[in-house]
Nanobody
Framework: QVQLVESGGGLVQTGGSLRLSCAAS????????MGWFRQVPGKERESVSV????????YYADSVKGRFTISRDNAKNTVYLQMNTLKPEDTAVYYC?????????????????WGKGTPVTVSS
């Protein structure tokens, strides 16, 4: 089992920044692909960004390209999501996920572990 705990969410004004963190524990492996997803009530969970176990490759949803940056520190078993130039449409609960590969995380295949989520609210 892998436990994922997100932090860093909160309320921010349009144009502001937040940095999300996800700490992994349990049967962790720095070889796991990690990612951030988000969900708005009434909508399906969507992929925001995914990162491979050595820091590459990285993938971003078109809606966040150029504004969000994903990174990881394998020594700390932590993945980060730096979110800049936030927009009201970025408001959602953000979930951290871990999977065996970027392909699995992106497609929803294989065993995927999820955190409980951290809410992000961007006010207009």
């Amino acid at each position: 089992q892998v436990q994922l705990v997100e932090s860093g969410g909160g309320l921010v004004q349009t144009g502001g920044s937040l940095r999300l963190s996800c700490a992994a524990s349990g049967r962790t492996s720095s070889r796991a692909a990690m990612g951030w997803f988000r969900q708005v009530p009434g909508k399906e969970r969507e992929s925001v960004s995914v990162i491979g176990w050595i820091g590459i490759p990285t993938y971003y949803a078109d809606s966040v390209k150029g504004r969000f940056t994903i990174s990881r520190d394998n020594a700390k078993n932590t993945v980060y999501l730096q979110m800049n130039t936030l927009k009201p449409e970025d408001t959602a609960v953000y979930y951290c996920a871990a999977g065996s590969s970027v392909a699995d995380l992106s497609s929803g295949g294989g065993t995927i572990y999820w955190g409980k989520g951290t809410p992000v609210t961007v006010s207009s």
